[in-house]
Every structure is written in structure tokens, then in C-alpha cells.
């Protein structure tokens, strides 16, 4: 598989057809509103101070370095649940690991940007996607098209779900990430940022998942359960992360996959090389608690989603979107 052959545009089918209507995404922070639901109690004790941290137009590792110096650990001292949005307002828990000695005053990191709203501790790291879910509140502006069809569209998402894609974050500004894959996977050449070289690693795996669940929409089975199907606990239908071991399909899905998969060889050999394990991603996404208001051409939905899921998958189903954070 060459870069030349990579489909960039990252043009994966659609559940109800490309949508007739356009927006604006992202026009200002507070259109895109993401809260970290942890899920479970803190003690109140331990040897990890926890920080419940608002931030806005801030990306989480700017965070992470921010705690980091206040608190004199190491950035690898740090957990939090997951990468959160810059271009956002966004709530997150962060974990610092203070075994000894006082702590510093964590309001010194407040700004007109960033708020820290509560502290306490507990007895482990924050670790990604260790927490319940994410909550967002979004709002699309500036909508232009067939909005008549609009309540259609979004009562057969509420029934249904969307395709449970990887966003096109994933993959770099413009899937650049996907332009050095044969480098680190193929060519196997070392690069000494770690975090770039991981994201470029995941945006391989994850252009496979998408592959094939493009593949199952544009069959019309992304809902169905198949023969040779492995299924969640939910009993919905997987489809691949790549990674060593056995391949756990049969049947029809497996002759699916492995027709999709056939011109990426050298990719699944080289997500094999570097220790990743095979796992299964479950091809339908089902928000919870959703609900929309719109007000004249401005659509606000809520909705919450399992961790490692995306919005951008839910919005994709919608609109389309002009995202005005890119020139930001």
C-alpha cells in the first residue's frame, strides 16, 4: 500500500445518505462543549491528587505541562482519561501523582482559559478511558440546505445510531498522520517523539476499522449480525482493530474483511511488529440522552458517548460542516 493509494479525503459511507443540509461547526469555543463524566467515587486519599480542570481553546497536553512544572514531577506523572478538544470548552479530571511533601497552590494555573473547580485525591493514576463517558452540548450555526428534512434525519439517528467512526482527527490535519505510516511501520524508522509516533501508529489501525465498516455501510449490514459475526455485550456487530493473534472472525465477515484488508499487508504486518494485540470495536454508536432545539438556522444537540467514541461521528450524520476552528 502506498501513500498515492491512501484514500485522504477519508470519504467513508454514510448511514442515511450524505446530508442535505451544511453548517457551521466550531465557530467560537462555546459552540463545542465536551464534561468528562468519571464515573465512579474518589476516596478523598491517596497518593494522586485529583484536579477537576475547565479549560477553553486549551488542548490537554498543554495542561499536562502546565501541571507538570507547577507541581515539579514529570509530565509521565500526570493521568487524565483522554485527549480533550482545543478548539472547546471542556471539563476533564487530571491526576498527579504527590506521594509526599505539600502541595502547590493549583489555582496558579487559573487564567481567563483554564479554571481549576475542585481538588482532592485518591489511591490510583487516572488512566485513558477509565472514565464513564463524555457529555456534549453542540452547537451547529448558519445552517443552509433542506431543513425541512431535518427532523427526519435526526429521528433515524435517535433509532438507529451512526457509524461508529473514528473521527477525522485521528488522522491529522488533512490525514497527514497517514502519509508517514509505510515510514514508521515499513520502514520501521525510529523517531524520537514517542506521542507522534504512537498517533501515527493509531491512525493506520484506525483507517483499517474505518475501511471495513465503510465497507459494511455501503453493504448495508454495519446493523446486522453475520455468520462468523463476533458481537459486543451489547450484541452488536465488531469489526477489526488490528494486532497480533488470531483472527477471531469466520465465515462472512472474515471473507469481508479480509477482502478490505487485502491491500494493507504491510501495514497489518507492521501493527503486528510493534506488540499491538488484536481487539474489536463495535460498528454501531448509540448516544444516549440525546435531544436537539433548533432556533431558526441554529441546531443545538446534547447527547453523551462511551469513551473512545466521537461526535464528529454523530455531527457527520447531520450536517455537513464547515469547521471554522481550521483557520484558528
Known amino acids: 500500500m502506498t501513500t498515492e493509494t491512501i484514500d485522504r479525503s477519508l470519504n467513508w ?26 464515573g465512579f467515587e474518589l476516596s478523598g486519599v491517596g497518593e494522586h491528587v485529583y484536579l477537576h480542570i475547565q479549560k477553553r481553546n486549551n488542548n490537554t497536553a498543554w495542561i499536562v505541562k502546565l501541571l507538570a512544572r507547577l507541581a515539579d514531577v514529570k509530565p509521565m506523572d500526570i493521568g487524565y482519561c483522554g485527549l480533550k478538544d482545543r478548539h472547546a470548552v471542556t471539563t ?33 493514576k487516572l488512566r485513558r478511558g477509565s472514565h464513564l463517558a463524555n457529555r456534549f452540548q453542540i452547537r451547529l450555526r448558519n445552517m443552509r ?24 482527527q485521528r488522522f491529522g490535519r488533512g490525514a497527514q498522520n497517514l502519509t508517514r505510516v509505510r515510514e514508521v511501520l515499513i520502514d520501521r524508522v525510529k523517531m524520537k517523539n514517542r506521542q507522534l509516533r504512537g ?78 494485540d488484536q481487539e474489536r470495536r463495535v460498528l454501531q454508536l448509540l448516544p444516549a440522552a440525546f435531544s436537539y432545539e433548533q432556533i431558526d438556522t441554529d441546531l443545538t444537540l446534547k447527547f453523551t458517548l462511551p469513551p473512545g467514541t466521537y461526535a464528529t461521528a454523530v455531527l457527520r450524520e447531520i450536517s455537513q460542516l464547515n469547521d471554522c476552528s481550521v483557520a484558528t
Do not use: C
Open 199 to 276: 498517533l501515527i501508529i493509531s491512525s493506520a489501525r484506525s483507517y483499517l476499522f474505518n475501511s471495513v465498516l465503510s465497507e459494511r455501510l455501503s453493504a448495508g449490514t454495519w446493523q446486522q449480525v453475520l455468520p462468523g459475526e463476533v458481537v459486543s455485550d451489547q450484541g452488536l456487530a465488531t469489526g477489526p482493530l488490528w494486532g497480533r493473534g488470531r483472527v477471531s472472525v469466520t465465515e462472512e465477515v472474515a471473507s469481508i474483511e479480509a477482502s478490505v484488508m487485502a491491500p494493507f499487508a504491510e501495514w497489518r504486518d507492521g501493527l503486528e511488529h510493534v506488540g499491538l
Open 92 to 124: 476533564q479530571w487530571f491526576s498527579v501523582y504527590l506521594p509526599k511533601g505539600s502541595e502547590p497552590d493549583w489555582t496558579d494555573i487559573n487564567d481567563e482559559t483554564i479554571s481549576v473547580l475542585a481538588t482532592t485525591r485518591h489511591n490510583k
Open 145 to 168: 440546505g433542506d431543513l425541512d428534512a431535518l427532523p427526519e434525519r435526526l429521528n433515524e439517528l435517535l433509532a438507529s445510531g451512526v457509524p461508529n467512526y473514528f473521527g477525522d
Open 13 to 38: 459511507a454514510y448511514a442515511y445518505g450524505r446530508p442535505k443540509i451544511s453548517a457551521d461547526f466550531r465557530t467560537e469555543p462555546e459552540d463545542f462543549i465536551v464534561d468528562e463524566i468519571l
